[in-house]
Nanobody, 121 residues
Framework: QVQLVESGGGLVQAGGSRRPSCSAS????????MGWYRQAPGKQRELVAV???????DYADSVKGRFTIVRDNVKNTVYLQMNSLKPEDTAVYYC???????????????WGQGTQVTVSS
């Protein structure tokens, strides 16, 4: 099994920063992509940022210039550095890892449990 453990959410004032992390553990042979998604109340889950390996990253337009995804391949950990936070960034943030388990050829997606980030105005 593969487990993802998230931490680092919380309450922050507008203009502040937060840096949630997500660590993958368990029987995983390789990791392709690591990313962050978020879901606000009454809205669909949306992609925030993704690292597909090497220096390749992609961001939602709403967070470009404010958020940075950082990946540590040694620790199988991904961070989301969030700066200049706005109230509209309030959501549950989920990490997703696309990985291959031993004995399998195809990668599959694994999700974290989610961490709440609340930005007060």
């Amino acid at each position: 099994q593969v487990q993802l453990v998230e931490s680092g959410g919380g309450l922050v004032q507008a203009g502040g920063s937060r840096r949630p992390s997500c660590s993958a553990s368990g029987r995983i042979l390789s990791i392709n992509a690591m990313g962050w998604y978020r879901q606000a109340p009454g809205k669909q889950r949306e992609l925030v940022a993704v690292s597909t390996g090497g220096d390749s990253t992609d961001y939602a337009d709403s967070v470009k210039g404010r958020f940075t995804i950082v990946r540590d391949n040694v620790k199988n950990t991904v961070y989301l550095q969030m700066n200049s936070l706005k109230p509209e960034d309030t959501a549950v943030y989920y990490c997703k890892v696309e990985g291959v388990r031993p004995g399998f050829v195809r990668a599959r997606d694994y999700w974290g449990q989610g961490t709440q980030v609340t930005v007060s105005s």
